[in-house]
Nanobody
Framework: QLQLVESGGGLVQPGGSLRLSCAASGFTLDGYAVGWFRQAPGKEREGFSCISSSGGSTVSADSTKGRFTISRDNAKNTVYLQMNSLKPEDTAIYYC????????????????????WGQGTQVTVSS
């Protein structure tokens, strides 16, 4: 069974940090671009970070640029999201997703063409 599992979410104070993990099982992530998305209550799902299958290219949305860093460890079949300087508006359910792209050097932060999605992990930023 092909699946992605996110972990590392939780409650953190404003200004704090969390590291999310996205682990794949049933398939090898190293041929896939991976994106991170989030959805806050009453809002649409937002794509904000992705990394190409080669790991050489990343894209970040303005909302998280300079605070969040995406990386991958293909040996561990895992992609990470380091989140620093967290703000209350970062509160959401965070999802990772995997996609086969035409080139190893590209990724996108829109839901299509991601085929595999995790179940999400809750991140709450509050004092």
């Amino acid at each position: 069974q092909l699946q992605l599992v996110e972990s590392g979410g939780g409650l953190v104070q404003p200004g704090g940090s969390l590291r999310l993990s996205c682990a794949a099982s049933g398939f090898t992530l190293d041929g896939y671009a991976v994106g991170w998305f989030r959805q806050a209550p009453g809002k649409e799902r937002e794509g904000f970070s992705c990394i190409s299958s080669s790991g050489g290219s990343t894209v970040s949305a303005d909302s998280t640029k300079g605070r969040f860093t995406i990386s991958r460890d293909n040996a561990k079949n895992t992609v990470y999201l380091q989140m620093n300087s967290l703000k209350p508006e970062d509160t959401a359910i965070y999802y990772c997703a995997a996609a086969l792209m035409a080139f190893q050097t590209i990724c996108v932060i829109r839901p299509a063409p991601y085929d595999y999605w995790g179940q999400g992990t809750q991140v709450t930023v509050s004092s």
